[in-house]
């Protein structure tokens, strides 16, 4: 009788794993059976042709994915480890406070508050060319003749892109160090402090250690959505000019819905999705190392 | 004498290079909120005056009221955009809500097989990047016949925030102590009593939190909303930011408006959650 009642857990988990299978898990093997196909949203029967890994072919020799691709890692690179920095920085300036602590939090908490379709469109006002806040103040301070074309040159947009995209996630980092730091024990620093480590050393030995944890959550949540990036990109720029900040999400959605080209955009879809994993995956076991290696010293 | 005095100056140096910082770090944080907050209340020609005008010399609330008015006058539907994003984000929240505390539930309060490996599966749904998801999604929808419509877009969203409420719940039920609900069911409550009337109460505040941080979500939410909405019959506030952009030119001072509208209620929101927010996704980090 009691083998076959399924046990709490099982129980408890099946409306969450239902859900997921319904709307992530079987509609993701649909696509990758379609990645095989030269499927075509014009043209249903052609779901039914299979064409092997020609799609896949097609891709891996397709320069312009690889562009993408790389544009897409270099961004995530620069953008996470940055927000790291920043996060921590600011993290300290505020622990340091020591007045209106209260409000300085809520404030940093801001940008997280922003949609990412509402950062990228506040970015591309203020980075406009012609009626920007940025070329604005360069242009009244006298730093500049010309006006700055932000979104119209490559770099300078890749760079546009970058700031927008880290001003709405440092805030993440910040508030997660932030509570490790509020919630580390004051004895180690003061024992460090009396053995005669200098500040630097304090910060580096035994804070940051503790800190760790806090930043690899913060991690791991980035990268959850990192993907969200695409809406920033989308509004800010489109992929454009002429592809020179498209990155690997932007090339999705032009292939699938402007292109209509279904097959080969899922095939492509398959390598964000593997890039997403990864990284996940990764700082997954830094939050777990990172975190036994806390539970060993205190 | 002299080295006190030096290092008396040092410490004033320290404290203003503090202060300077933290103003800065503060300004570059809150500029482009207000720069927008101020754009949505100045008339057109002063947001594209060459040389720019800094003060602004009229005030005006004139791009609300003619969001408000209607089709007609302000140009976009911002008001049944506005419905279907209340409706869609509320439902899914509810709903992932329900699943995520007996998700969480379980993972705090059970031991089974393969628990590690659940959870990071559960977070893997998570990664897929939404662009990707709307692939097949769109297909399948077509299938269904139900693009364009709120179901769609609830049913996308409860599994979008499936996986992060539960590791928001989990947490939280890991902070009350498992001797209370073992003390209420020795004193002879059920186990399903002892959730309700003693575990759920503690956890309420984090649970409310994850509920807001999954509205918020929602709400905010565009890459699957832009592929699987067609009409006014769903179309969220996301989506409906991109009708200022369909032309060459952009109604900024528009645009700037609706960003103001979308904004508000979310500022609200995670203001009154912030606390809860940080301690349910930081309570595993150190006693793991």
Known sequence: MKARRLSAPTLLLLPAVIVLAAVVVVPLILSFYSSFTPFRLTRPETFFTFIGLRNYQR??????????????????????????????????????????????????????????????FQFKFMFNDNIGLVNNALQSLGLTERAIPWLIDGKLAFAAISIAEIWSSTSIFAILILAGLLAMPKEPVEAARV?????????????LPFVMPFAYIAMTIRSLDVARAYDIVKIMTDGGPAGRTELLWTLIARTAYSDARMGQANAMAYFSILLSIVFTVYFFRKLAAARTQIGAEW | MDANASARLKRRIATVAHRVGLFLAMLVICLPGLWIVLSSLRPTVEIMAKPPVWIPQQVSFDAYVAMFSGVGKGGIPVLDYFRNSLIISITSTVIAIAI???????????RFRGKSAMFLGLMLTRTVPGIALSLPLFFVYAKLDIIDTHFGLILAYVALNVPFTIWLIDGFFRQVPKDLAEAAQIDGCTRWQAFWQVEFPLAGPGIASSGIFAFLTSWNEFALASQLTRSINSKTLPVGLLDYTAEFTIDWRGMCALAVVMIVPALLLTFIVQKHLVGGLTSGAVKG
Not at chain 1, 62 to 90: H, I, K, Q, Y
């Open chain 1, 195 to 207: 053995d005669g480590c200098t500040p630097w050393q304090t910060f580096r030995y035994v804070t």
């Open chain 2, 100 to 110: 995520g505390m007996a998700g969480g539930y379980a993972f705090a309060r059970h």
């Open chain 1, 59 to 120: 891709i891996l020799s397709d320069w312009n994915f690889w562009v993408a691709f790389g544009r897409t890692v270099l961004l995530l690179t620069v953008a996470l480890n940055l927000e790291m920095l920043l996060g921590l920085g600011l993290a300290l300036l505020v622990e340091k406070a020591t007045r209106g602590q209260r409000v300085l939090r809520t404030i940093m908490m801001f940008p997280m508050m922003f949609s990412p379709i509402l950062v990228g």
